[in-house]
T-cell receptor
Framework: ETGVTQSPTHLIKTRGQQVTLRCSSQSGHNTVSWYQQALGQGPQFIFQYYREEENGRGNFPPRFSGLQFPNYSSELNVNALELDDSALYLC????????????FGPGTRLTVT | SQQGEEDPQALSIQEGENATMNCSYKTSINNLQWYRQNSGRGLVHLILIRSNEREKHSGRLRVTLDTSKKSSSLLITASRAADTASYFCATVSYTGRRALTFGSGTRLQVQP
């Protein structure tokens, strides 16, 4: 197992609500990336943080936002939840800026009803 | 959007047989990586091959890369029931965002 942890493990929210997911990166890693994985699909890149600054963003609307803290842990916030936001949200950390191997957490399963 | 496609989408073999999965991608890459995912859980990195490499081995895994065809293959030899999982290829491009772009995955079932 990697040293990346995510919380919570599972979450059920209602459409229109807001959610915050959390990730603790592996020790020594200064880059955190977030991915969304719909059922039966490959993960899709949401955004990446490097030393507390956003370092790249995928094709996700602004209601997906994030933060990285001085200890390199990170949050993913999603506002105005939609049914299609139901997915597994994966956090990955890496020692560099995402070019090489990334270390994934176990994910947070979000269900929007 | 996905970078490319994996082929086949699903594969069922007997324990001891070899499993081959293929991946195609669309843009120039810095490297290509293979990950494994057990049902609904986090991804585990298996192997990374750089754009100037053609073949790489790690234990029972063999990865090839053909940049002229924009394709890669993952071979798992002497498969075990514990190899049952989904396998994804992911690319990192030379330009643009420094993040993994994943394919759609191959679901491998190894029958004991």
């Amino acid at each position: 197992e990697t040293g990346v942890t995510q919380s919570p493990t599972h979450l059920i929210k209602t459409r229109g609500q807001q959610v915050t997911l959390r990730c603790s990166s592996q020790s020594g890693h200064n880059t955190v990336s977030w991915y969304q994985q719909a059922l039966g699909q490959g993960p899709q890149f949401i955004f990446q943080y490097y030393r507390e600054e956003e370092n790249g963003r995928g094709n996700f609307p602004p209601r997906f936002s994030g933060l990285q803290f001085p200890n390199y842990s990170s949050e993913l916030n999603v506002n105005a939840l939609e049914l299609d936001d139901s997915a597994l949200y994966l956090c990955a950390s890496s020692p560099g800026q995402g070019l090489d191997e990334q270390y994934f957490g176990p994910g947070t399963r979000l269900t929007v009803t | 959007s996905q970078q490319g496609e994996e082929d086949p989408q699903a594969l069922s073999i007997q324990e001891g047989e070899n499993a081959t999965m293929n991946c195609s991608y669309k843009t120039s890459i810095n490297n290509l990586q293979w990950y494994r995912q057990n049902s609904g859980r986090g991804l585990v990195h298996l192997i990374l091959i750089r754009s100037n490499e053609r073949e790489k081995h790690s234990g029972r895994l063999r990865v090839t890369l053909d940049t002229s065809k924009k394709s890669s293959s993952l071979l798992i030899t002497a498969s075990r029931a514990a190899d049952t999982a989904s396998y994804f290829c992911a690319t990192v491009s030379y330009t643009g965002r420094r993040a993994l772009t994943f394919g759609s995955g191959t679901r491998l079932q190894v029958q004991p």
